[in-house]
């Protein structure tokens, strides 16, 4: 596991170009301002000129090599245990519960280890990283009252302690879980069945981007509504004017904005996702496999 941790870190570290950074500024602008990709970069620059297409990056970078470490990590690490859990179930017979007379089997070999792992990864790094996403998200909507790293945490622990550094942790695990799930297995069963197809053990370093890409993609467009009303959420908690949970969230969008509204921001979403996702998994698979031969040459 530590060789997975180490492979997502520096892959995370490599594929954090600054210039991602400003489309998913760019993505929540849209989201809870200006309708437009164009509109959004303009509207940011009026503002804070071009150095405003980089705010929060600090925050964000700090965010996200520990986040996606801990997910990679823990996704190849669920995964592992779960395809050997369901080969030992296959042969001593799966777990039974005891309602009164009856036994019943768990049929847990039936469950997909590849959607299990990236359930549980998104959980993982949700949990441990969330107070950074809080920080990234008071950085870029209000940069008057949270100017800096430091003074965003200290006053959000001082007026808010550690509940304030977990706001808003429910939708985010509501939103993530399906994104995580699809993400991870959608990615894992492309890149098995293309092998397949093409009769290949390993992909090439374009291919990986592609696929990459292409999971990002789909990930996206399927949790999307969720994100939106996490945004809308957060920005209305700011602002004074919160929904309750997240159904009245995308009520109020939808009332607002029709069904299109809860897709505001996508093409802005996928800007950012697909090369982000695509980059990932091409530096994650090549460092892990750099770094796993390394450790079969020293066991030989």
Known sequence: MLQNYKAAELAIGLQTYVFLHNFSLTRMVVGVGS???????????????????????TINMIRIIPT????????EYVKRGMKSAQ????????????????????PLHLLSPVAIAGAAAGIAGTLMC??????????????????SISIAFSKIYRTEGIRGLYSGLCPTLIGMLPYSTCYYFMYDTIKTSYCRLHKKKSLSRPELLIIGALTGLTASTISFPLEVARK?????????????NMVAALSEVIREEGLLGIYRGWGASCLKVMPNSGITWMFYEAWKDILLGEKDKHLD
């Open 35 to 57: 309708r437009h990709i164009a509109g959004s970069f303009v509207e940011i620059m009026e503002h804070n000129g071009w150095r405003g297409l980089w705010v929060g990056n």
């Open 130 to 147: 969330h107070p950074l996403e809080v920080i990234k998200d008071r950085l870029t909507v209000d940069r008057v009252t949270y100017p």
């Open 87 to 106: 080969e030992k179930w296959k042969e001593d017979g799966c777990p039974k519960i005891q309602l009164g007379n009856m036994k019943i089997d768990i």
């Open 68 to 75: 996606q470490a801990i997910e990679l990590g823990t996704f």
């Open 232 to 244: 809308r959420l957060m920005v209305g908690a700011l602002q004074g004017k919160c929904p309750p």
